[in-house]
């Protein structure tokens, strides 16, 4: 079958397919013949560029103190630190008694006290607890804090990513000094941090576990008894995290108001590259 | 009897001595020892609890941010002109800002009510949006007659129950040079606090080279570029002035007749306390570039008192000349190691171009300090810490710039690029700042920046200005 076209004078598929090929042909012909025929050029940024050496720059160097950007660290579900959660102190046992001991004498009699008290009522919720209700082990009280929420009494930093990395600050006091001085704790840390050259650790090293180091801050600021809790596992890692304490010595004097000698330190040196 | 005894056990055990330790009618003096003994036990008890107690548990591996602080407009009282206030916040702001470390906020975000007195301090409105400050700096002018008294506080303010981190009174002439200087005093006190310990810079002061008066002379000015004055008037050529650890000298280079008479370049010593120069002993030949130890007992620099330009290190007097270097070529700029003192940078020609070299203070150890590219390398200047090397740097497809090495790591960064030339460097004492002479305006000025090359702002306008020196904090 033959298609024909509708009015005469138009052109016909098999015309107009002919000038397609030619015109395709006689494009790829123009751009074979100029990447041929183009006049030789060094390609823009391209290798070479004269006599100058590439220098290997950072764009800042460690040991400048000046505030650095906010590194992503991982989210530790396990903290190798201490846990913030106290475990309740455990009545003393009873002294036993020698079995061939005399009780002590007593010198009168004893007194009865003169008020006697009733003893009060207690008055008990009778309703009973909701079937979803979780029983506390240890009896009530508030949750330890877990590392990765955001802990309300301490001073919060962001860690780009989203996280929130707490400084707790506990002790047999209830985290006194923490609560008290943040702007203290804070200072102290961006000192360490700024020192903490990591450029001396060994290369090889791409990422070490948490190095715990403790160490002690005297009234005058002076940093004495620097211990190393619990190693990194990596000499270069545990030396770098104690030259950057050391070289933070001497620290800003402790706060007049604080009646303490002493104020002890866990600093913890997380290492990625 | 007033007061009962303290239990029947203890009665009964005292009936024998007929009489009851702490009866008001029988009060005995060993009573009166029992109790301050008590006392005592008590209070060494609370001392030892309360070292205890006070533990930080706090790490690194997370960026540090820097401190929002607010520092509030000081109230002028009494005689104070408002001018004078306005000038002393406005002091204490701009050396914050200028820190590096601290992030101020800007006073459109301040609320309305602007405290002179702790009491007035709201701490809710300042803590939350849009404020949002850590810390706020406030105060009032006092004045009486000529005199003023400055009360200045500085709170954590997202803390309202603790005490203030600063609380202080200056006393002085209310006049403009004594309350620039009194608000340098406060902001340095901040900055140590929030930074740790490390010095702050604000009363701190830069010696260098200018040539406005005619002749080029040693002049000194604030680190931030006010009270520019004139030290030496020579009416000579004088060169590199550096301060003496203390603050107390500054050796510079001057033209002078050495030993045999002829003028030549010489080192001169200018006291900061009597404001006179001291004796220093001449020699034949040049002396130049002189550099202080340390500890400030030692000064090396570069003679040529034995023919070639070599290295020497004397007492602070001068006394006692010890040649340090021997090579072909000129050795001169020496520069100390700050914490160690035991390592010295400087230049050397002997390969052919200006190049940094490093050895120990006693001239061992000579070691070229390896660099990827050709060109010229001059200026050393080290970081408090003793890390960092500051040089300037002319590599062979560009300017003077000012670079950076990490000397463990021998990594390098640039400072300054495409500003014309920039030499010179110099360290702050807090390892933060840096000052060096550049000619981007298109006249040899003094400029400063922060350690990471931000922050560049310009400290003179006069004349040509070159070769400044920073001074170690104010004792």
Known sequence: MEYAPQHPGDPTLKGMLVWSVGLHALL???????????????????????QAVQVGLVSKLEGVPLPKPETVTNSRVVDETKALYQTPPQPPKPIEKPPQALPIPK??????????????????????????????????????????????????????????????????????????????????????????????????????PRAVVDFQILRDGTITNIQIVKSSGFASVDDSARRAILGSSPVSRLPNDFSGAVVNVEFWFDFRR | MAFDCLGDELN?????????????????????????????????????????????????????????????????QGSVAPALAQEFSDVVRADLDFSGIIDSVSASFFPSQAPSQPSELNFEAWSSAPASSQFVALGNLNGTGTDAAIQAWFFDVRNPSSAPLISKIYRGQAVDQQVRLYAHQFAEEILEKLSGGVPGIATTQIAYVSSRSGTKEIWVMDYDG???????????????????????????????????????????MYSMITDKLISWPRWSGTTSSPSWSPDGSQVMFMSSMQGDPELFVADANGNHPKRLTFSVGVNTSPAWNPKTGQQVVF????????????????????????????????????????????????????????????????????????????????????GRHIVFESTRTGSREIWSMLGDGSQVRQLTTQGTNESPNWSSPRQ
């Not at chain 2, 060169?239 to 370049?265: I, K, M, Y």
């Open chain 2, 347 to 430: 230049v050397s020609d002997r390969g052919g171009t200006p190049q940094l070299y490093t050895m120990n203070s006693d001239g061992t150890n000579v070691d070229k300090i390896a660099l990827p590219d050709m060109g010229y390398v001059i200026d050393p200047a080290w970081s408090p810490n003793g890390e960092i090397l500051a040089f300037s740097w002319r590599r062979p497809d560009g300017n003077y710039d000012i670079y950076l090495m990490d000397m463990a790591s021998h990594q390098l960064a640039q400072l300054t690029r495409d500003a014309g030339r920039n030499e010179r460097p110099a360290w702050a004492p807090d």
């Open chain 1, 107 to 208: 010198f009168e009699k004893e007194k009865q006290p003169k008020y006697q008290t009733r003893p009060s009522r207690i008055l008990e919720d009778k309703t009973p607890p909701p079937p979803n209700a979780v029983t506390s082990p240890v009896g009530g009280g508030a949750p330890a804090i877990p590392y990765s929420q955001p802990n309300p009494t301490a001073t919060q930093f962001n860690v780009a990513g989203g996280t929130t990395g707490g400084m707790g600050f506990t002790g047999p006091g209830g985290g006194d000094f923490g609560s008290k001085y943040p702007w203290f704790v804070e200072a102290v840390r961006n000192r360490v941090s700024s020192n903490w050259l990591q450029t001396s650790i060994d290369p090889s090293v791409r990422a070490a």
């Open chain 2, 226 to 268: 006010a009270a520019q004055h004139q030290l030496t008037h020579l009416k000579t050529i004088s060169l590199t002035p550096r301060w003496s650890p203390d603050g107390s000298r500054v050796a510079f280079t001057c033209f002078e007749p050495g030993r045999n008479g002829v003028v030549s370049p010489q080192i001169c």
């Open chain 1, 28 to 50: 790829a012909a123009s751009i074979v013949a100029a990447a041929i025929y183009a006049p030789k050029t060094e390609s823009w940024g391209g290798p070479g560029g004269g």
């Open chain 2, 12 to 76: 009964t055990f005292a009936a024998d001595k007929k009489t009851c330790l702490l009866s008001v009618d029988r009060y005995s003096l060993r009573g009166a020892t029992l109790l301050f003994a008590v006392f005592l036990v008590a209070l060494v008890s609370v001392q030892l609890q309360a070292q205890d107690q006070a533990w930080i548990h706090t790490g690194t591996g997370l960026g540090v941010q820097k401190f929002r602080v607010a520092v509030a407009p000081f109230a002028p």
